[in-house]
């Protein structure tokens, strides 16, 4: 593991210690869900996780909302809440659920997993997915990002990027499901910001640098890790 970056699992039930009374009551049953969500080892927190879910709330009625990499199912609980609160729309997890990924991060996964006493990840993200009473919302997609693509043919409101984040990863998940986003859809990839990243962790900082521009993209803007862009045009000479 690099010494720069840490991935460390967040404080549990980081919402309960942060979420102020003005926010509980903001956020109304929202509030509930991001805690939900807080107590589930994942990497959706705080302003990055608020962004994404008034995001889903604007979103056209029945969207489509595409999750790349669920893992225990975090971010989940709080796509899917934000989903079930305005009354319509579907969260595809797609996930291989076998704790795989970059070399960085799968030491991390099954750090994680080692906790849950040899229950399948699938499993795990299932129950956690039923606490939080929101079974009707998501739909789940065992595989990988390239493999699932194939045969997509649903157009996309919202493409989530949270899998496989080495460089080569992360660029065939983006080549896999870009065209299926829809003009006017909005792309989020997180753990893109610039800073350090272990080696060959960075790819989804690359990506936004070398994908997320003007004229395929607009309203392009940083949330804490994660790059979001509203897609404006089919991007023609695309892939490279
Ligand atoms: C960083 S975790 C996702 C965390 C989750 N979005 C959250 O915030 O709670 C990445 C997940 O993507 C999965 N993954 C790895 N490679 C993938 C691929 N090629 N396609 C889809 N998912 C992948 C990993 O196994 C892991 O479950």
């Known amino acids: 593991m690099g010494e720069k970056e840490h991935l460390a699992v967040?404080?549990?039930?980081?919402?309960?210690?942060?979420?102020s009374v003005e926010e509980l009551a903001r956020y109304g049953p929202l509030a509930e869900y991001m805690r939900a969500s807080a107590k589930i080892p994942g990497w959706l927190r705080g302003e990055e996780a608020k962004a994404m879910a008034s995001l889903v709330s604007s979103l056209p009625d029945n969207c489509v909302v595409v999750e790349i990499g669920s893992f225990l199912g975090s971010s989940s609980v709080l796509l899917g809440a934000a989903l079930k609160l305005r009354g319509s729309g579907k969260l595809h997890c797609v996930d291989p659920f076998d704790g795989s990924g970059d070399a960085f991060s799968v030491p991390i996964y099954n750090n994680i997993l080692e906790g849950n006493e040899g229950k399948p990840l699938r499993q795990c993200f299932h129950e956690n997915i039923h606490a939080a009473d929101l079974q009707n919302w998501v739909e789940v997609h065992q595989g990988s990002a390239d493999e699932?693509?194939?045969?997509?043919r649903h157009p996309i409101d919202l493409l989530f990027l949270?899998?496989?984040?080495?460089?080569?990863?992360?660029?065939?998940?983006?080549?896999?499901?870009?065209?299926?986003?829809?003009?006017?859809?909005?792309?989020?990839?997180?753990?893109?910001n610039p800073r350090e990243y272990?080696?060959?962790?960075?790819?989804?900082?690359?990506?936004?640098?070398?994908?997320?521009?003007?004229?395929?993209?607009?309203?392009?803007?940083?949330?804490?890790?994660?790059?979001?862009?509203?897609?404006?045009?089919?991007?023609?000479?695309?892939?490279?």
């Open 198 to 240: 272990a080696k060959d962790h960075n790819g989804s900082r690359l990506l936004a640098l070398e994908e997320i521009h003007p004229p395929v993209y607009t309203d392009i803007h940083l949330v804490e890790t994660t790059t979001f862009a509203r897609k404006a045009a089919t991007g023609e000479s695309f892939p490279h």
């Open 10 to 19: 967040p404080v549990q039930e980081r919402w309960v210690e942060e979420i």
């Open 148 to 152: 699932i693509s194939k045969s997509w």
């Open 162 to 192: 949270d899998g496989d984040h080495s460089p080569q990863g992360a660029r065939l998940a983006y080549e896999s499901w870009f065209p299926m986003l829809k003009v006017g859809g909005i792309i989020a990839i997180h753990n893109s």
